[in-house]
T-cell receptor, first 118, second 115 residues
Framework: DGGITQSPKYLFRKEGQNVTLSCEQNLNHDAMYWYRQDPGQGLRLIYYSQIVNDFQKGDIAEGYSVSREKKESFPLTVTSAQKNPTAFYLC?????????????????FGDGTRLSIL | AQKVTQAQTEISVVEKEDVTLDCVYETRDTTYYLFWYKQPPSGELVFLIRRNSFDEQNEISGRYSWNFQKSTSSFNFTITASQVVDSAVYFCALIRMDSNYQLIWGAGTKLIIKP
């Protein structure tokens, strides 16, 4: 079945450590997104990518980095510069539609990764 | 400014009651898109509906219905004859047409259906 796979489901980070969250999709979607969700809040966009080898910062990109070397994959690295990394991280993808550099189509989400500090 | 407000932080009803989740949005765009998503306890977000600003018809899908009113900038979601499986957090979202179509999310409404 087509879908988005995020791994791991739970992740623990030590002080000063970088950690990478995996996101893979087999939906053949061009656009991919990373969101952060804190308790009682909506989703906040970290980074997004409309096409391979291109990505843009979202609203809270500081302390995070991404790459988009393959259409199927959009890994997110939480660097040591991110001082408050504890959150639920969601990856999403969407098909093209509506604009050259964006999509008005629904986003499809993975199951999320819960990151905590040790 | 573009904004989505879900004023109801948490709603609790008894099974089989009807419940309405409110969503109020602000936008200067004349063309825009609104979405509703469901987030069950497992965590993944499930797409429920997309509505564009030109289509003001209300929509019904089984026990779910949506009331889109441009005059009041609202896109409310009603569940009829609620069931325990409807318990989840529900998010309303608006596309930012001036920023590569990124989504602005409401804070979500936690819906608890008691048996």
């Amino acid at each position: 079945d087509g879908g988005i796979t995020q791994s791991p489901k739970y992740l623990f980070r030590k002080e000063g450590q970088n950690v990478t969250l995996s996101c893979e999709q087999n939906l053949n979607h061009d656009a991919m997104y990373w969101y952060r969700q804190d308790p009682g809040q909506g989703l906040r966009l970290i980074y997004y990518s409309q096409i391979v080898n291109d990505f843009q910062k979202g609203d809270i990109a500081e302390g995070y980095s991404v790459s988009r070397e393959k259409k199927e994959s959009f890994p997110l690295t939480v660097t040591s510069a991110q001082k408050n990394p504890t959150a639920f991280y969601l990856c999403a993808s969407s098909p093209p539609g509506g604009a050259r550099h964006g999509s008005n189509q629904p986003q499809h989400f993975g199951d999320g990764t819960r990151l905590s500090i040790l | 400014a573009q904004k989505v407000t879900q004023a109801q932080t948490e709603i609790s009803v008894v099974e089989k009651e009807d419940v309405t989740l409110d969503c109020v949005y602000e936008t200067r765009d004349t063309t825009y898109y609104l979405f509703w998503y469901k987030q069950p306890p497992s965590g993944e977000l499930v797409f429920l509906i997309r509505r564009n600003s030109f289509d003001e018809q209300n929509e019904i899908s089984g026990r779910y219905s949506w009331n889109f009113q441009k005059s009041t900038s609202s896109f409310n979601f009603t569940i009829t004859a609620s069931q325990v499986v409807d318990s989840a957090v529900y998010f309303c979202a608006l596309i930012r047409m001036d920023s590569n179509y990124q989504l602005i999310w409401g804070a979500g409404t936690k819906l608890i259906i008691k048996p």
